[in-house]
Nanobody
């Protein structure tokens, strides 16, 4: 099993930045890629960004391109999401996820492990 723990969420004003972190532990050798998803109240969980654990292939949702950047430190088993120019529409619980599937994908069904989530609230 793989355990994922997110941190870095909080309450910020529009235009501010936040950097989310996710630490993976357990059977981390099973991980081929990791990603971030978010879920706002009353909405489905949606893809934000993903990155391969080896190499540097990334994928970002159109809604966050140019504002959010996913990165990782494999040696530390840590995933990051740098979020800039935050908007009230970015308010959601942000989840870290890990996939045993080769390649980078925004398909929620390809991710095998999930963290508990961290709340991000952006005020106007």
């Amino acid at each position: 099993q793989v355990q994922l723990v997110e941190s870095g969420g909080g309450l910020v004003q529009a235009g501010a930045s936040l950097n989310l972190s996710c630490v993976a532990s357990g059977h981390t050798w099973k991980i081929y890629s990791m990603g971030w998803f978010r879920q706002a109240p009353g909405k489905e969980r949606e893809f934000v960004a993903a990155i391969t654990w080896i190499g540097w292939s990334t994928k970002h949702a159109d809604s966050v391109k140019g504002r959010f950047t996913i990165s990782r430190e494999s040696a530390k088993n840590t995933l990051y999401l740098l979020m800039t120019s935050l908007k009230p529409d970015d308010t959601a619980v942000y989840y870290c996820a890990a996939s045993q599937t080769l390649g980078v994908s925004g398909d929620r069904g390809t991710f095998d492990y999930w963290g508990q989530g961290t709340q991000v609230t952006v005020s106007s």
